[in-house]
């Protein structure tokens, strides 16, 4: 059972374009939702995380908006340039982290010049 | 600060083989989590160590085990290796046992013939 759904599987932008990933989650338990960055050959990276009592977290170009009742959260890259060509991983973890981290099947992003 | 590191980064192993994987945790760090990325299944938690002892643990065969030492180093056994085994393994380090930020190492790419 695939707890935390992401989409789409893949995406291409343009160069200052506006990239949007999307993810939705099962468990109502879960309390802490981040995003993580991977280039290839290198471990996720932690993007920016929210908490359900937020609506949104913006941290430079990325965006977070988080939607409680509809158990879904995505991630906006604003101006999006060919240096964010990665793959992108939604996750969640329930209260005080038990039980680790569940992660969405990840989003590859590439943006064209 | 030097981030997590993990050794070795590419192992070849045959069926039936057990394989050892080690993680440097980032320094003051005291919590160790394991987790397996695969093209199919994606990123999976397999366990985590906080004070040489194992916290949580993910929905995995008893074949996968570890452990963590008095310097909270950490390592991920595997026994009685699968082909299905062949994944990247990768170690993330926290501050707290379950620490939601957690923060990754670059992985330990497994293949297994």
């Known amino acids: 059972q695939q707890q935390v759904k992401q989409s789409p599987q893949s995406l291409i932008v343009q160069k200052g374009g506006i990239s949007i990933i999307n993810c939705a989650y099962e468990?109502?338990?879960?309390?802490?939702f981040p995003w993580y960055q991977q280039f290839p050959g290198k471990g996720p990276a932690l993007l920016i995380a929210?908490?359900?009592?937020?609506s949104e977290k913006k941290e430079g170009r990325f965006t977070i908006s988080f939607n409680k009742s509809a158990k879904q959260f995505s991630l906006h890259i604003m101006d999006s340039q060919p240096g964010d060509s990665a793959t992108y991983f939604c996750?969640?973890?329930?209260?005080?982290?038990?039980?680790?981290?569940?992660f969405g099947k990840g989003t590859h992003l590439i943006i064209q010049p | 600060k030097a981030g997590v590191t993990q050794t070795p980064r590419y192992l070849i192993k045959t069926r039936g083989q057990q394989v050892t994987l080690s993680c440097s945790p980032i320094?003051?760090?005291?919590?160790v989590s394991w987790y397996q990325q695969t093209p199919g299944q994606g990123l999976q938690f397999l366990f985590e160590?906080?004070?040489?002892?194992?916290?949580n643990k993910g929905n995995f065969p008893g074949r996968f085990s570890g452990r963590q030492f008095s310097n909270s180093r950490s390592e991920m056994n595997v026994s009685t290796l699968e082909l299905g085994d062949s994944a990247l393994y990768l170690c993330?380090?926290?501050?707290?046992?379950?620490?939601?930020?957690?923060?990754f190492g670059p992985g330990t790419r497994l293949l297994v013939l």
């Open positions: 993330a380090s926290s501050f707290r046992v379950n620490g939601e930020t957690q923060y």
């Open positions: 468990n109502t338990a879960f309390d802490y």
């Open positions: 929210i908490r359900p009592d937020v």
């Open positions: 996750a969640a973890s329930k209260r005080g982290g038990a039980d680790g981290l569940t």
């Open positions: 320094s003051g760090h005291r919590s």
């Open positions: 160590y906080f004070s040489e002892t194992q916290r």
